[in-house]
């Protein structure tokens, strides 16, 4: 009995504690400091809820907060997927892997 409701505290906190990644559609992504060349195109983690936006790429998660819109960055819906600029650099979005040899280019790039 006492193992039981450990269990089931345990996996209550784990709950609470991990990110949720449920809602997270798989996109491709780079990144551009201003100044500097694009970091390499990667698989990514895109979320969207009431207009904030995550993106998981490796490690790191970039938020863009829906009240920060035109604030600190600007979000630019383009063909293929999207583009979050601030004056530190860019991050780019496709919904579909842009270019490979099998199937061309995606999203105009």
């Not at 698989?43 to 819109?69: H, I, L, M, P, W």
């Not at 035109?70 to 579909?96: D, M």
């Amino acid at each position: 009995m006492i193992r039981t409701t450990l269990a089931a505290a345990a996996i209550a906190i784990t709950a609470l504690v991990a990110p949720a990644h449920a809602d997270t559609a798989d996109v491709w992504c780079f990144t551009q400091e201003t100044g500097f060349s694009p970091t390499e195109l990667k698989q990514c983690g895109f979320s969207q809820r009431q207009g904030n936006v995550r993106v998981y790429r490796d490690n790191v998660a970039y938020f863009f907060a829906a009240d920060q819109q035109g604030k600190s960055y600007e979000r630019i819906a383009e063909e293929g997927g999207l583009i979050f600029k601030s004056p530190r650099g860019q991050l780019r979005v496709f919904w579909e892997r842009p270019c490979n040899k099998w199937n061309g280019c995606a999203g105009g790039v």
